[in-house]
Nanobody
């Protein structure tokens, strides 16, 4: 069955770094765009970063541009989110998402990993 398993979250001080990983299985990883979302308490889920299936093109939310980097390793069916210069407002549960658009939209979600930025 389809699985997206996030890891790498935790507690970090402001200005610190974390690297999130999302290991995928059960579908053709290389055919899917991969995205990271986040949801802070009391707020709506926010799209943070996208990496497309072909060409490696990426998009970022304005709030994380220049600080976060999304990447993928198709051989390992894994997507990463390198987060630098973390701020308290980056505190949220981070979710991995896989999506493929076509005649039918296929979309899968991970269970989320908590990132807390606090001194």
């Amino acid at each position: 069955q389809v699985q997206l398993v996030e890891s790498g979250g935790g507690l970090v001080q402001p200005g610190g770094s974390l690297r999130l990983s999302c290991a995928a299985s059960g579908f053709t990883f290389s055919s899917y765009a991969m995205r990271w979302y986040r949801q802070a308490p009391g707020k709506e889920r926010e799209l943070v970063a996208t990496i497309f299936s072909t060409g490696g093109n990426t998009n970022y939310a304005d709030s994380v541009k220049g600080r976060f980097t999304i990447s993928r390793d198709n051989a390992k069916s894994t997507v990463y989110l390198q987060m630098n210069s973390l701020k308290p407002e980056d505190t949220a549960v981070y979710y991995c998402n896989a999506v493929r658009w076509g005649g039918v939209k296929y979309e899968y979600w991970g269970q989320g990993t908590q990132v807390t930025v606090s001194s």
